[in-house]
């Protein structure tokens, strides 16, 4: 990563978007200090987060990865491990916020589901639908998104993106993501190529000057308009 500089307001939303290879999941692991830049920093609040002690940093975000890692037990307990003292309410907020009570509802056990080992008994977008509970339950200064909604349909993806705007509200959010559907709403995006910035702007900025971005935004919708025609789809 080259030249790389933006920064995330209090309560706002900063979108990353670009071609896998690009950079985009290389901030996350920065951000959570799984590698340490070799030139630069990172600040939150001023503080510059190499001062900051790993526990409290990771405490003060939450992650919601492309792969969710769950646990042989109930899916219930599975959204619980981000922060066992949780009540009954909030987990419940959480799991509403993910659209995973659409998925408990049509499970016989309900939340009570042993969701098998590694999760195997869900689907991929049932398993980001925890992957999001769990980090909404964490209630974190800063939500980071990491391919968080890859492997949703557009329509669960769209209702999940409306209940964050009421659940997430005031919450910092940066949103790494290929499918630009994902974003459209995002206070800022920022397009990185071969770990370089190449544009920056929302998206009605982006579209309009006819650039990257927009040549992605157009890819994408030809491949949605003919995966709907052979009727393609997540879970």
């Not at 899916?75 to 981000?82: E, G, I, M, P, S």
């Not at 659209?99 to 869900?122: N, Y």
């Not at 919450?171 to 770990?195: F, K, N, P, Q």
């Not at 992605?216 to 491949?223: D, I």
Request: charged share 30%; with cysteine.
């Amino acid at each position: 990563m080259r030249d790389i500089s933006f920064e995330i307001l209090a309560g706002r939303c900063l979108a990353v978007v670009g071609a896998s290879g690009g950079g985009k999941s290389t901030l996350a692991r920065l951000l959570f200090r799984f590698h340490a830049p070799t030139r630069g920093a990172i600040f939150v609040d001023g503080v510059a987060i190499d001062s900051i002690g790993l526990e409290d940093l990771r405490r003060a975000f939450a992650l919601a990865p492309q792969d969710c890692v769950l646990f042989n037990d109930t899916l219930r307990d599975n959204v619980l491990f981000a922060r066992p003292e949780a009540t009954r309410v909030e987990v419940e907020a959480a799991m509403r916020a993910a659209a995973l009570d659409e998925v408990i509802a049509r499970l016989p056990q309900g939340e009570e589901t042993i969701v098998g080992e590694r999760g195997l008994r869900l689907s991929g977008g049932e398993k980001q639908r925890v992957a999001i509970a769990r980090a909404l339950l964490r209630r974190p200064r800063l939500l980071v998104f990491d391919e968080a909604t890859s492997s949703l349909d557009t329509r669960t993806e769209r209702l999940i993106q409306d209940r964050l705007e009421i659940a997430a509200k005031g919450v910092t959010r940066l949103v790494i993501a290929h499918r630009l559907s994902t974003v459209v709403d995002a206070d800022e995006i920022i397009v990185l190529e071969d770990g370089a910035i190449v544009e920056r702007g929302d998206h009605a900025r982006l579209i309009a000057s006819g650039g990257a971005y927009a040549r992605m935004w157009a890819a994408q919708r030809r491949a949605e308009e003919s995966e709907a025609l052979n009727g393609v789809g997540a879970a």
